[in-house]
Each structure stands twice: as C-alpha cells, then as structure tokens.
Nanobody, 118 residues
Framework: QMQLRESGGGLVQPGGSLRLSCAASGSILTFNAVDWYRQAPGSYRELLAT???????TYANSVKGRFTISRDDAENTVYLQMNELNPDDTAVYYCRAVILGGETVEFWGQGTQVTVSS
C-alpha cells in the first residue's frame, strides 16, 4: 500500500515562504497525478496545484504566481514552494496522489499545518 507523508509546515510571518514536501513510500512515477490541497477550519478542502505524469502543472487562482509545485522523481517527492504567504493561507495542507484506470485509486497524506501570523 503506497503511503504519502507531508512535511515542512510550521509558523511563518506574513510575506514569508515555506516549502512543503510530499514523500511517497514507493515510486512517484506510479501516479498519474499528484495534487496539493488545503483545508482551513470550517472550510471545504481546496485544490491548490496539480502536477501530472508529463510534468504539466496547474494552479488555483488563489495561489497562482505565489505557489509552485514540482517533482523530484529520484527522491519520490513532490514539493510545494509557497511564497508571499498571508494569513489566509493558514490551513492544513495535504497531498493526494491518483492512479487512473478502470477504477481510480487515491492516496492521501496525513496533512501538515501551516500557520501564517505575526
């Protein structure tokens, strides 16, 4: 069973940066896509960024130009570089990996807390 583990969250001041990591227990090339989501208290889970197998990336409007998703196949890790953070970015951040086929299979990490506050 593939497992995902996020890391890199923490407390950062407004305007600061963090880099989140999503490490897979096996080859990340297994996945058709890997996404980053976030969920703030009382809010729905929001899709932020996606990287697909060929390396193409897409972003939500709320993070476009500030966040960058990338992948290190040798390390089996997907990253989310977050710049120009503001208090509205405070949330638990999750990664999700998808294998498409006759039946779609999803894997989720446990989440990592990001708090933006002065």
């Amino acid at each position: 069973q593939m497992q995902l583990r996020e890391s890199g969250g923490g407390l950062v001041q407004p305007g600061g940066s963090l880099r989140l990591s999503c490490a897979a227990s096996g080859s990340i090339l297994t996945f058709n896509a890997v996404d980053w989501y976030r969920q703030a208290p009382g809010s729905y889970r929001e899709l932020l960024a996606t990287i697909i197998a060929d390396g193409e990336t897409t972003y939500a409007n709320s993070v476009k130009g500030r966040f960058t998703i990338s992948r290190d196949d040798a390390e089996n890790t997907v990253y989310l570089q977050m710049n120009e953070l503001n208090p509205d970015d405070t949330a638990v951040y999750y990664c999700r990996a998808v294998i498409l086929g006759g039946e779609t299979v999803e894997f989720w990490g446990q989440g990592t807390q990001v708090t933006v506050s002065s």
